[in-house]
C-alpha cells in the first residue's frame, strides 16, 4: 500500500497546452532533417525542452549513497481518448530525468540522464523505476513529454522514494538545445 501526499510519496497534476506540448528529442530531430534552410527560423517553434518540468529536491544536507525512486506518470483513458484515437503513436509518454545543476540554467542534452535510453509507451500509465548512487540533495528536473509535439490534455505525476523529498512545478526559460 501506498501513501499519497507524504514525505517520501507525493502526487501532483499538470497539463500540456499550447505553451508547452513540446513532444520528444526524436520527433523533433526528424522534423528538422526534413525542413530546409529557408525553414531554419521554424526550429524556435517546436522544441522538446518546452515540456512541463519538475524540480525533484532532497531533504538530505549530504550526498545520498544509494536513491531508490519511481516516477508514475499517468492520464485518465476518458479524457484521452479522443487523442489516442487520431494517432496512438504520437500520443505516447514518456520521461526525461535531468541532473540537476545549479550553474547551469536549465536543462539541456548535456545534463539529460536518459535521452539515448527513453521510452515511449502507448498506455495510460507508465512507470519508470530509478536507481542513483551519490546522488547531490539538488536532485534532478523532471520532464515528461508526449512522443509528438502539440498532444495537449491532463496528466498526474506522482513520486514515491526512499529519501524525504520536494517535488514542484520548476518554469525554465532559458533551456538549451
Do not use: Q
Not at 517546436?46 to 525512486?69: G, R, V
Not at 541532473?99 to 540522464?113: A, I, K, P, Q
Not at 548512487?133 to 498526474?156: C, D, Q, R, S, W
Not at 506522482?158 to 538549451?176: A, G, Y
Amino acid at each position: 500500500m501506498i501513501s499519497l501526499n507524504n514525505e517520501n510519496s507525493i502526487i501532483l497534476t499538470s497539463e500540456w497546452n499550447n505553451d508547452n506540448a513540446g513532444g520528444s528529442h526524436i520527433t523533433h530531430d526528424d522534423f528538422f532533417k526534413k525542413k530546409s534552410r529557408d525553414e531554419e527560423r521554424e526550429k524556435k517553434k517546436l522544441t522538446w525542452f518546452d515540456n512541463p518540468k519538475f524540480e525533484l529536491i532532497f531533504h538530505s544536507k549530504e550526498k545520498i549513497e544509494l536513491l531508490e525512486f519511481d516516477v508514475y506518470l499517468s492520464r485518465s483513458e476518458t479524457i484521452w481518448s479522443n487523442e489516442v484515437a487520431k494517432s496512438i503513436i504520437n500520443s505516447m509518454m514518456g520521461l526525461y530525468i535531468f541532473r540537476r545543476d545549479l550553474n547551469v540554467s536549465g536543462v539541456t542534452n548535456e545534463n539529460c540522464l536518459n535521452k539515448d535510453e527513453i521510452e515511449f509507451a502507448p498506455k495510460t500509465e507508465i512507470v519508470s523505476r530509478l536507481r542513483y548512487t551519490n546522488v547531490h540533495p539538488e536532485g534532478f528536473i523532471l520532464m515528461p513529454t508526449t512522443y509528438n509535439a502539440g498532444i495537449k490534455g491532463p496528466f498526474t505525476i506522482m513520486v514515491n522514494c526512499n529519501e524525504k523529498f520536494t517535488i514542484r512545478p520548476l518554469e525554465l526559460k532559458n533551456s538549451k538545445k
